[in-house]
C-alpha cells in the first residue's frame, strides 16, 4: 500500500510540473508583458526599464525558474486591475468556492447514493423510474433557474435564507442546493448502474447463500465495490466545482474563484488567471491522487498495480 | 427407512419472458438423504441449476418457483422465509466459478467469519480460529496467514476450497455443489472431488453435486437424476444408471464418456445429434424424441414413468435399448 501511495505521488509531482510549465506559458503567449505592463503610449525607453526591473530580459528557462520559485513560496505576482497580490486575491476567495463545493458534494452524494442503491435494487420498476425522473430534471433544468426559483421560494416567500453575500452558513445554503442538484444526476446514474452489475455478480450471490441479511448484502458486498468509480467522479465533479460554478456564484453574489476567473479573463488580467488556472490544476492533481488513494483501499487488487 | 433429508415433489421453476412463459423446471421430484451423495445430472439449459438455487430459495426476480412438497429435515421450505433461515446455516453452497464466487474487496477471513458470526455469533476470534481450522481442513497450509489474504491473491483451485471451507463453517447438514469443479484444471479437479467425499464422510454431510460431466459422476455418486429439458429422464442408484441405463438419453450421454482401455485411440466419441428443444410453452410427450434413434409415434404422447425399486425412467419403452 505505501508503495502504491509513493508511486502515485511521483506520477502526480510529475504532472504537477508538467501543468506549472503550462501556466507560465499562458502569461508569456499573451504577448509583451513589459509592453502590457508599461501601459498605452509608453515610450521603448520605459518599457526596456520595466523589462530589466522585472527580469524579463534574460533567458525563458531562468525566468520560469525563478517564477516557480516564487509561486513556491506562495509569491504569484501582482494583479493588474486589483493592484493588489495575485495569492492574496485568490485566497481570499478559495475559502467561499472550497465551502460552496464542498456543501455541494455532500447534497449530491446524499441524494444520489441512496436513490441509485433504490434505483438498482428496484430496477425496472415505478421506482427506478420516479429516481430516474428526478435525477434527469437536475441535468435538465439550468442551474440558474433553479437557482432564481429556490430564491423565489426560500428567500423571498418564506425569508428562510438569504438570496445573497457570504456572510453566514445560511448563505450557502440555496447555491449549494442549486449546484448539488446540478451535479446529482452523473453520481446516480453510476450509482445505479454499478450497483445493478455488483447486484447480479456471483459474490453476491454466494453472500446471499450464506444466508446474510439482504441489508449486509446491499450496503457490504455490492456498495462497496459499486463505489470504485464514484471516487473517481467525485474528484472530477470536486475540480469542476471549484473553477466552474461561476453562475451559480454570481447569481448569489458569492465571492469566489469562479467569479475572480471570469473577471480576470474579462479585465485581461494575466497573473490572475495564472494563478487560478496553476492552482486549479494543482487541485485536479492532489484531488486525482487523493481518490487514487481511497479506490486502493476500497479495491484491494489496484493496490498491486 | 428413515425420513429424507430434503424431499422434493413436483418442483417448478417459470420464468416470465417477453415470448412467453419459460418453463425451466417442469415438475421434477426427487429425495436426499442425510450422508449420501446425489448427482443432478444434464447438458446446459437442462435445468439443473435452476434447481439448486430454486432448492436454495435464491432464483433470479424473474424466476418462481412452485412445488408441491419441498421439504428440508421436516419444515416446509415453500412457506415464506423458511428457505432463508436455513440457508447458510444448515445448507450451503457453492459455485462454479471460484474466480468471481468471493467479493474482490475483502479479506478471505472476513468472508469466512461474518455468515458464522451471524448465524452461530460467539466472538471474533474464537469465529477466527474455527475459520483457520476449516482452511485446515480443506488442505489449505499457513492458514492464519491466507486469512489476511484477499481473493485476487489465490489461484482458482485454492479459492474453490476457501469457497468449501467457507459453506461448511456452519456445520451444514446438505452441501450443493453447482458444477463446482467445471471451471478447474483436471489435477485440481481430481484434488476437490476427494476433498469432499472426505469431508463428507467426516462430517456426514449430503450433497447434491451437479455436473454435466457424467464421468464425474460415476467416480462420486451414490444415487444419480438425469435431467432433460427441465425434466427428470431417469433416476436410480449410480449402479442401476451406469450398469442398466434405461434412457435413451442416458445411454447417449455414457456414450458420451471416453473409457480408458475401450474407447480407441483416435475412435469418435459418441455425439448426440440436434438441439435442446425450447423451454417455452408446453410439452407434450417426450422432449428428447426429436433427438432419439428410437423415437416413434407414441411418443408424442405423454409418456409413463417405468421402474422398479430405486430405479425409474420416463419412457414409453419397457426395457433399456
Known sequence: MLIYILKRLGLALIVALTVSVIAFALLRASGDIATALAGEGATPESIAVIRQTYGLDRPIPV???????????????????????????????????????????????????????????????????????????????????????????FAINLRMFPASGADSWRNFVLPALTLGYYITPPFMRLVRAGMIDALNTDYVRTARAKGLPARRVVFKHALRNALVPVVGLVAVQLGLLMGGSVVVESIFALDGLGYLAYQSISYRDFPVLQGVVLLLSLAYVVLTLLSDIINAWLDPRLRAA | ????????????????????????????????????????????????????????????????????????????????????????????????????????????????????????????????????????????????????????????????????????MTEPELLIADEPTTALDVTIQAQILRLLKDLQRELGLAIIFITHDLGLVSRIADRVVVMYAGAVVEEGSA??????????????????????????????????????????????????????????????????????????WACIREVAA
Open chain 1, 63 to 153: 525566468q520560469y525558474l525563478s517564477w516557480l520559485w516564487d509561486v513556491a513560496r506562495g509569491d504569484f505576482g501582482q494583479s493588474y486591475f486589483f493592484r493588489t497580490d495575485v495569492a492574496g486575491l485568490i485566497f481570499g476567495k478559495i475559502g467561499n468556492t472550497l465551502i460552496l463545493g464542498a456543501a455541494s458534494l455532500a447534497i449530491a452524494l446524499a441524494l444520489s447514493i441512496p436513490l441509485g442503491v433504490l434505483a438498482a435494487i428496484y430496477s425496472g420498476s415505478i421506482i427506478d423510474r420516479a429516481v430516474t425522473m428526478f435525477s434527469l430534471m437536475g441535468q435538465a433544468l439550468p442551474s440558474f433557474f433553479l437557482a432564481l426559483a429556490l430564491i423565489m421560494v
Open chain 2, 1 to 168: 427407512m428413515t425420513a429424507p433429508l430434503l424431499s422434493v415433489r413436483d418442483l417448478r421453476v417459470d420464468l416470465k419472458t417477453r415470448i412467453g412463459t419459460l418453463h425451466a423446471v417442469r415438475g421434477i421430484s426427487f429425495d436426499v438423504a442425510r450422508g449420501e451423495t446425489l448427482c443432478i445430472v444434464g447438458e446446459s439449459g437442462c435445468g439443473k441449476s435452476m434447481t439448486s438455487l430454486a432448492l436454495m430459495d435464491l432464483l433470479p426476480r424473474v424466476a418462481k418457483r412452485s412445488a408441491s412438497g419441498l421439504t428440508f429435515d421436516g419444515q416446509d421450505m415453500m412457506r415464506p422465509r423458511v428457505a432463508e433461515k436455513l440457508r447458510g446455516r444448515r445448507m450451503a453452497m457453492i459455485f462454479q466459478e471460484p474466480m468471481t464466487a468471493l467479493n474482490p474487496a475483502f479479506t478471505i477471513g472476513d468472508q469466512m467469519v461474518e455468515a458464522y458470526l451471524f448465524h452461530v455469533g460467539g466472538s471474533r476470534a474464537a469465529a477466527v480460529d474455527r475459520a483457520a481450522q476449516m482452511l485446515e481442513k480443506v488442505g489449505i497450509g499457513s492458514a492464519r496467514s491466507r486469512l489476511g489474504q484477499y481473493p485476487h491473491q489465490l489461484s482458482g483451485g485454492l479459492r474453490q476450497r476457501v469457497m468449501i471451507a467457507m459453506a461448511l
Open chain 2, 239 to 312: 449402479a442401476e444408471i451406469f450398469e442398466a441405463p434405461a434412457h435413451p438419453y442416458t445411454c447417449a450421454l455414457i456414450d458420451c464418456i471416453p473409457q480408458p482401455g475401450k474407447t480407441e485411440r483416435g475412435a469418435h466419441l459418441g455425439t448426440i445429434p440436434g438441439v435442446v428443444p425450447s423451454l417455452i410453452g408446453r410439452q407434450e410427450g417426450c422432449a428428447f424424441r426429436d433427438r432419439c434413434a428410437l423415437s416413434e409415434a407414441v411418443c408424442a404422447r405423454p409418456v409413463p414413468v417405468r421402474g422398479h425399486g430405486s430405479h425409474h
